[in-house]
């Protein structure tokens, strides 16, 4: 079965779907490459892969507006790519190197950006989501008219927090857009095993939050639904829920062992949902582009994540004194 | 027949209270049940109702009177008509009243000793303040000083602190920087600890510290670790205050004291003040601090009042103990209320020609080894003093660190007097042999001068 068409006609979407095939494509053959550092053992530890989840981060990116901020889990790699984050830094933290953003500190669940106003990278599941409320909170605080994007995913919104921030952002009217990125598991977990009720999305009702589900792996329809939401948070109406259902190709993890799902149905999510494959079609048959022209861009990519992997390897150890710093400002 | 009325206790700290309001004037008719005055505690300000029938043949305590204590007689019910056996009655009570005020004051004044501290240089003029006072004041002068200032906790505003610690600061400060949280501290530490990220500098209050093991993951995981995690990008200059410790019979949940859970964590800084002008100089210190500092009051010291200097920026640095008292015999190391059983072992040792040097820690990390460690190389001798569980107290990891630094000035083992490693128990009898008292202070000094 081919692609699923993505119904977009407008030809004044061209340069934003350019840009959305690019973005995209980016996040996945970082995240391929960061798979293949990680075999060969020069990343560490935890590294979760965001490989079918991009028209998420990409989308959202889309909607978003300078100043506005964005915070999500530890499966963060794409969110800081989409938000313009140097992937030099972001390699060479994976790789636990000096040239890091986080100076090897951090790791791959652990990056911030102050300049680009992306506060994590966090390894606690739900833990991000209050934080997210506080960041829109300063905002409110300070009367600018930022929005903050609050990532996190359908096993994280069965934690207590997440139900006493959705509480004091409704009542405090918070600009926060929970964004749920559903990806079926929790782990290793299936939805249906953790989850009394599928439609997260209405989870928001019991405390006044509008709330809607998105089909996540078409990157125009999630750059639309952010822009609603966006303008909601921005007309100091209060939070917003958006439930976008993803997938996630690899496992929870590098040390998955895939024993929770079958081959085939992940097989049949890339072949017929791929949302990178959609963008491409679509261009192509738009007449958009050439495949000429997308292999430029293909090639492109490639060549960025190469250097990043070489920047990554080459970037010096941290030195021991960086053991001691940074504990107290 | 006459019945007293007795002041009530309406908290489990209150030892006295103010006598704000009668609803009721000598001549009058009452059924149990009928309000008949409004009394102020250390916690909230309550009406109080008649347990029996009668007619107020007396109003002994005057409305407005302050310090007034607990079980003392404020006024007369009776359906007799013995003028002369009332008056009689009345004017014994209200001597035995008297006593009792000058007693509870000079019970709650306590005069520092130190020399160089600012509150004992004559050159410094000084005001008599309780320790909540001294809090509240640090945090308003700092809200004023710093727009980004903000207070947020479970009864903050309205309420006025649930245990007054934040009264008027709704006034001044309104809505926006005095914020009443829901019940929820999980969520409202972790919010908070968001905002510190963007640039917002909040005070967060916890009821008590025994609550703050709900949020205990945000203070942790975000609010300490984030700057080492980021690289120095971004942290939490942030200040999670509120009672912490043992109160009066409020049981299990309730007793708990953090000092040494907190002071394990790299990344937050912890203090405990046991004066009211530590606490004002040190809350000070910490609002103005860029990183997470955990600051542990004490409800039962709240009421207490000390000498706190009248100077227009009083700040006290972290880090640096403060020596009560010079002493030659032996050392003992303390802070928050465990000064106070430190202080008076002290007094009573020195009766006994014991000379003892007392050190308040006041900061729990940074820790001021240094003046430990000098004052250990002076007497050869150490006990610690705390209100904690013994097993990783820290006096267990100051033994470590004195057996590390002087082990050859040490003319015996330290001892360790804690709290005793057992849930806190209600009844008043178990509960006072669960916690540190001056006695054992007493003996474990004389323990280690083999006296």
Redesign the interface.
């Known amino acids: 079965m081919a692609i699923k068409k993505v119904k977009r006609k407008s030809t004044e979407e061209k340069g934003d779907l350019i840009k959305f095939y690019r973005d995209m494509l980016l996040i996945r053959r970082f995240e391929e490459k960061a798979g293949q550092l990680y075999g060969m053992g020069l990343i560490g530890g935890f590294c979760h892969l965001y490989i079918g989840q991009e028209a998420v981060v990409v989308g959202l990116e889309a909607a978003a507006k300078e100043g506005d ?1 964005r ?1 999500t889990s530890y499966r963060d790699h794409g969110h800081m790519l989409a938000c313009g984050m140097d992937p030099n830094g972001v390699m060479a933290e994976l790789t636990g190197r000096s040239g ?7 790791g791959s669940m ?5 300049e680009k106003h992306f ?6 599941v739900g ?1 991000q ?11 409110k ?2 009367e600018n008219k930022s929005v903050t994007f609050t990532y996190f995913g359908d096993g994280a919104a069965n934690q ?2 997440v139900y ?2 959705f ?2 952002a409704a ?1 405090w009217e918070l600009p926060v857009i929970f964004v749920i990125e559903n990806n079926q598991y929790a782990m290793g977990t299936a939805q249906e095993r953790s989850t009394s009720s599928p439609e997260i999305y209405t989870r928001g009702d019991a405390f006044g939050i509008k709330g809607e589900a998105v089909d996540g792996m078409d990157v125009v329809a999630v750059r639309d639904a952010g822009v609603k939401a966006a303008a909601h948070c921005r007309a100091g109406k209060g939070p917003y829920i958006l439930e976008i259902k993803t997938y996630r190709y690899r496992g929870h993890s590098m040390s998955d062992p895939a024993k929770y799902r079958t081959r085939e149905e992940v097989q049949k999510m890339r072949s017929q949902r791929d949302p990178i494959e959609a963008i491409r079609t679509l261009l192509v048959s738009e007449k958009h582009s050439t495949e000429e022209e997308i292999k430029i861009i293909d090639r492109e990519i490639k060549e960025i994540v190469n250097l990043c992997a070489e920047y990554a390897k080459e970037s010096p150890e941290v030195p021991a004194e960086e053991l001691w ?5 | 027949m006459t019945t007293e009325i007795l002041m009530p206790a309406l908290s489990p700290t209150m030892e006295e209270g103010k006598l704000s309001k009668w609803f009721i004037k000598e001549g009058d008719k009452v059924s149990a049940g009928d309000i008949i005055a409004e009394i102020e505690t250390d916690k909230a300000t309550m009406e109080f109702e008649a347990v029996d029938e009668g007619t107020v043949t007396k109003l002994i305590v005057a409305e407005g009177t302050d310090g007034v204590l607990v079980n003392s007689a404020i006024a007369l019910i009776t359906d007799e008509n013995s003028e002369d056996a009332i008056d009689k009655k009345v004017s014994n009570l209200k001597a035995q009243t008297d006593t009792n005020l000058s007693k509870a004051e000079a019970k709650n004044q306590v005069k520092p000793l130190e020399e160089n501290k600012p509150e004992s240089n004559p050159a410094v003029q000084t005001k008599t303040q309780t320790v909540r006072e001294a809090i509240r004041d640090a945090m308003a002068e700092e809200m004023r000083r710093d727009e980004t200032v ?1 207070l947020i906790g479970e009864e903050v505003a309205e309420y006025q602190g649930a245990y007054k610690v934040s009264q008027g600061l709704l006034d001044e400060f309104g809505a ?1 920087r005095v914020i009443d ?2 019940i ?1 501290e ?15 500098r909040p005070i967060v209050e916890f009821m008590t510290f025994n609550f703050s093991m709900q949020a205990i ?2 203070i942790i ?2 609010a300490a670790k ?10 939490a ?1 942030m200040v999670f205050r509120g009672p912490n410790g043992a109160a009066a019979r409020v049981g299990a949940q309730h007793s708990q004291d953090y000092a040494a859970w907190y002071a394990h964590i ?2 937050l ?1 912890v203090v405990q003040p046991y004066s009211a002008s530590d606490a004002k100089g040190l809350m000070k210190t910490a609002i103005r601090d ?2 997470p500092v955990i600051f542990l009051e004490n409800e039962i010291l709240y009421g207490k009042s000390f000498e706190v200097p009248l100077l227009e920026d009083y700040t006290v640095p972290f880090g640096k103990a403060n020596i009560w008292r010079e002493g030659t015999d032996a050392t003992i190391v303390s802070f928050g209320i465990g000064m106070q059983y430190t202080l008076e072992a002290a007094e009573q040792l020195q009766a006994d020609g014991v000379s003892v040097e007392v050190i308040d820690l006041r900061t729990l990390r940074p820790i001021d080894y240094e003046t430990i460690i000098k004052s250990v190389e002076k007497t050869n001798r150490c006990v610690t003093v705390e209100e904690g569980f013994p097993i990783g107290s820290i006096g267990n990891h100051l033994s470590a660190v004195i057996m590390e630094r002087a082990f050859d000035y040490l003319d015996a083992p330290v001892i360790n007097c804690t709290g005793k490693d057992v849930p806190m128990p209600y009844a008043a009898n178990l509960e006072k042999l669960a916690l540190t008292t001056t006695a054992e202070v007493i003996s474990a000094v004389k323990k280690v001068i083999y006296k």
């Open positions: 901020k915070i890091g953003y986080s100076k090897g500190k951090g652990h990056m911030f950006s102050k506060y994590g990278g966090h390894g606690i833990a989501v209050p934080l997210g409320a506080g960041l829109a909170f300063a905002d605080y300070m207590g927090q006493e921030t509480n004091m009542l710093t940074d504990i107290y400002a | 903000y926006k949280t829901p929820t999980h969520g409202f530490a972790g919010i908070a600890v968001g905002s510190a990220f963007a640039g917002l993951d945000q995981n975000s984030t700057l080492y995690m980021s690289g120095g990008q971004m942290g200059p790299p990344g800084k860029d990183n």
